[in-house]
């Protein structure tokens, strides 16, 4: 080999190991891809975006909901040394340690679309994603409005169905709902809280339940609405007319709901943009920019009044 060649051979490998030096690897484990539509465009969406981007590598994992399986996955890419994990928990209580052990290995955290506890935000380095606590209260506000414009909202009785038990976006959407609606609507009663867990089916039956146990109901709140249109095909099962149907996260069945005019209104909200924002954030970490430790997308109002400003969602 001559001079010429070995500078060349040289030169290509320094090439490579600065290529390989700048790719920032970046680790995801989900909550449960297969739940609903919202997570599963999520996921497409993320390694959309990573796979347009040369200087991204991405692992993508998802939990199942389960989270052992999540504490696992967190684990696991720590052991594989990845830039910066992204993390939807599962639980928001239960994956603080695991999240703590990433932080005290020196790779960074963010968590996306639904926030960890408090507890645990001296171990992540930002939160990606909607502020729940403003979309319950946004629903609420729905919600109370249309009751006025009935001319109940000095009697109307409410059954609310929430979503995963001990997940956050689950009790920061209930926390913005039920603190809101007396505020708004002090004469309404909230007279029921069950969980659906995310589920349209589970949801169903739950409202069946509630129809059975309850002769007067006026509105119903689910903390999104893949359980809302479950609670509003119990009501049509049932031939129960008239019971105003509010959700968060307008998923394309709401909005086809709302359009037949059987579901009154909404929050919505991009699955894309949540998992563009979460990979970027990441990426902003590792390059070194100064963000803010909540970065909130706007989730307006959507309702059959203004439905028609709002393109009907992919999920």
């Not at 465009?41 to 939990?63: G, H, P, R, S």
């Not at 998923?251 to 909404?266: C, L, P, R, T």
């Not at 590792?286 to 400003?309: A, C, H, R």
Request: hydrophobic residues 45%; aromatic residues 8%; contains cysteine.
């Amino acid at each position: 080999m001559n001079i010429r060649t070995m500078l060349a051979a040289s030169t290509a490998i320094l090439l490579a190991s600065a290529a390989s030096a700048d790719t920032m690897k970046i680790g995801i484990t989900q909550n449960n891809v297969g739940v609903d539509s919202y997570q599963t465009t999520y996921e497409k969406a993320f390694i959309a975006a990573a796979d347009t981007n040369a200087d991204i590598e991405a692992v993508v994992l998802d939990a199942g909901g389960d989270v052992a399986r999540q504490i696992a996955q967190m684990e696991d890419l720590i052991q594989q040394e990845v830039d910066a994990i992204i993390i939807w928990p599962t639980n928001g209580e239960a994956v603080i340690p695991a999240v703590r052990k990433a932080q005290k290995a020196g790779i960074p955290v963010v968590v996306t679309n639904s926030n960890i506890a408090e507890a645990g935000f001296d171990f992540i380095k930002s939160f990606s994603g909607p502020d729940n606590i403003t979309q319950g209260a946004r629903s609420a506000e729905i919600m109370c409005d249309k009751f006025k414009d009935m001319g109940i909202a000095d009697e109307a009785q409410v059954v609310h169905i929430t979503g995963q038990p001990g997940y956050t976006t689950a009790i920061e959407r209930a926390k913005g709902f039920e603190d809101r609606l007396p505020e708004v609507c002090p004469n309404v009663t909230i007279v029921d809280t069950q969980p659906g867990d995310w589920n349209r089916e589970k949801s169903q039956q739950v409202m069946e339940a509630f129809l059975v146990k309850y002769d007067d109901i006026d509105g119903v709140y689910a903390g999104d609405d893949n359980m809302g249109v479950g609670a509003l095909n119990a009501a049509k099962a049932a031939g129960r007319d008239g019971i105003i149907f509010v959700g968060a996260t307008n998923f394309a069945v709401g909005y086809e709901a709302m359009a037949a005019g059987d579901y009154w209104g909404s929050i919505y909200q991009s699955p894309v943009d949540d998992a563009e924002a979460a990979l970027q954030t990441a990426v902003d970490i590792l390059s070194g920019k100064d963000i803010p430790f909540l970065n909130y997308f706007d989730t307006p109002k959507i309702t059959q009044d203004n439905m028609d400003e709002f393109t009907k969602p992919v999920f």
